[in-house]
Every structure is written in structure tokens, then in C-alpha cells.
């Protein structure tokens, strides 16, 4: 019975942080100086006055990559570690506050059409990243925290956690999603962004 609940108890706690991240972007982008504000406006303008959206770039192309794969990567390699059970909650809790914190920015600046604005950035990206990163971090929290119950557990022999086929048939399916929705916001974010853009600056 103890079994079957931790996987929904390491969800609930890595959502949590998720959540505390949330909040606390809210609140320190209420900080956000009108010079950010209208520096996010003049780029949107000059991004707007391009006749067509840009092509993709090896330069966009690595920074899709970056944006797509870094918190879930990071959740994975921190599942070989015992501070990952420190760190995992502190990463989450980061995810969240950036996320919030920069559609927040969005709307700061555009207001309304900021919601818009941010769901045509940050709708897909999401879509994609957040179930793949939890899909990965919850297990990963499980292998960690049995890494430190090695190294705290002064008696007994504690059971080091194993990588079975499953923890890596699940990290590859997951890449998988992350390269599908790469490619996906290559080809039809910019198309969207420009869109959007045009009912926010008609």
C-alpha cells in the first residue's frame, strides 16, 4: 500500500514546489520596471516589422533544444545523485518561478493581450515540457532519496535503487515527445507568434 502511494505523494510534493514557483514569479514580477516592459515592447515591434516570420537557424534550433530538453534532463541526471532529493524540489520550484515570472513580463507589458501574447510563446512549450518533466522527475525523486537513505542509514542494509528498463525506456520516450515538440514549435510557433502579433498591433 506504502508503495503504491509514493509515486502520487513525490507528485504532490514536486507540484507543490511547481505551484510555490508560480506564486512567488507573480509576485516579484509585480517588481518588473516599465524600462523592461518597454524594452519587451520595441523588440516585439521590430519582431512584428519583419515581412515574414524568421527561418529557423542552427542558432533557434539549439536554443528550442535548450528550452525543451533542460529541466527535464536535469531532473533525469539529478536521479543519480542523493542530493537530488535537495535539489530536485529546489529545481522544480525554479521551473515554476521562471515560467510565471516571464508570462507575467507579458502581461505587464501588454496587458490582456499579453495572455494571448504569452499563450502563442509558452502554450506548445508546455504542452510538451511539463508532463515530460514531471514524467521524469517524480521517478527520479524516488531514486534519489534511496540514494540518500545509503549514505544517511547507520544500520540495516538499505536496498540501493536500481535502473531497470523501465527508467530508461521512459527517459527515451520522453526525448522522443521533447524532439517532436521541438520540431513542432519550429515550424508553426513563429507562424503563430506572428499572428498573435498582428491582432495585438492592428
Same mark, same amino acid.
Given at each position: 500500500m506504502r508503495s503504491g502511494r509514493g509515486p502520487w505523494l513525490r507528485l504532490l510534493l514536486l507540484a507543490a514546489c511547481f505551484l510555490l514557483g508560480l506564486v512567488l514569479g507573480q509576485v516579484l514580477s509585480a517588481r518588473v520596471s516599465a524600462d523592461t516592459a518597454r524594452e519587451l515592447t520595441e523588440y516585439l515591434n521590430g519582431y512584428f516589422s519583419l515581412q515574414s516570420p524568421p527561418e529557423p537557424s542552427a542558432k533557434t534550433v539549439a536554443s528550442a533544444?535548450? %528550452?525543451?530538453?533542460?529541466?527535464?534532463?536535469?531532473?533525469?541526471?539529478?536521479?543519480?545523485?542523493? %542530493?537530488?532529493?535537495?535539489?530536485?524540489?529546489?529545481?522544480? %520550484?525554479?521551473?515554476?518561478?521562471?515560467?510565471?515570472?516571464?508570462?507575467?513580463?507579458?502581461?505587464?507589458?501588454?496587458?490582456?493581450?499579453?495572455?494571448?501574447?504569452?499563450?502563442?510563446?509558452?502554450?506548445?512549450?508546455?504542452?510538451?515540457?511539463?508532463?515530460?518533466?514531471?514524467?521524469?522527475?517524480?521517478?527520479?525523486?524516488?531514486?534519489?532519496?534511496?540514494?540518500?537513505?545509503?549514505?544517511l542509514e547507520k544500520s540495516g542494509r538499505p536496498v540501493p535503487p536500481t535502473y531497470g528498463r523501465t527508467w530508461w525506456l521512459r527517459f527515451g520516450a520522453v526525448c522522443g515527445v521533447l524532439i517532436a515538440g521541438v520540431l513542432t514549435e519550429l515550424l508553426v510557433s513563429p507562424g503563430l507568434l506572428n499572428w498573435v502579433l498582428r491582432l495585438i498591433f492592428k
Open positions: 533544444l535548450v %528550452v525543451y530538453f533542460r529541466y527535464p534532463v536535469l531532473a533525469f541526471l539529478l536521479g543519480f545523485a542523493s %542530493v537530488g532529493a535537495a535539489l530536485l524540489p529546489v529545481v522544480t %520550484v525554479a521551473y515554476g518561478f521562471f515560467l510565471s515570472f516571464s508570462v507575467c513580463c507579458f502581461t505587464a507589458a501588454f496587458g490582456h493581450d499579453g495572455v494571448l501574447l504569452a499563450l502563442a510563446v509558452f502554450g506548445l512549450r508546455c504542452l510538451v515540457t511539463l508532463p515530460c518533466y514531471f514524467a521524469v522527475a517524480v521517478p527520479a525523486l524516488e531514486k534519489s532519496v534511496g540514494l540518500a537513505s545509503l549514505s
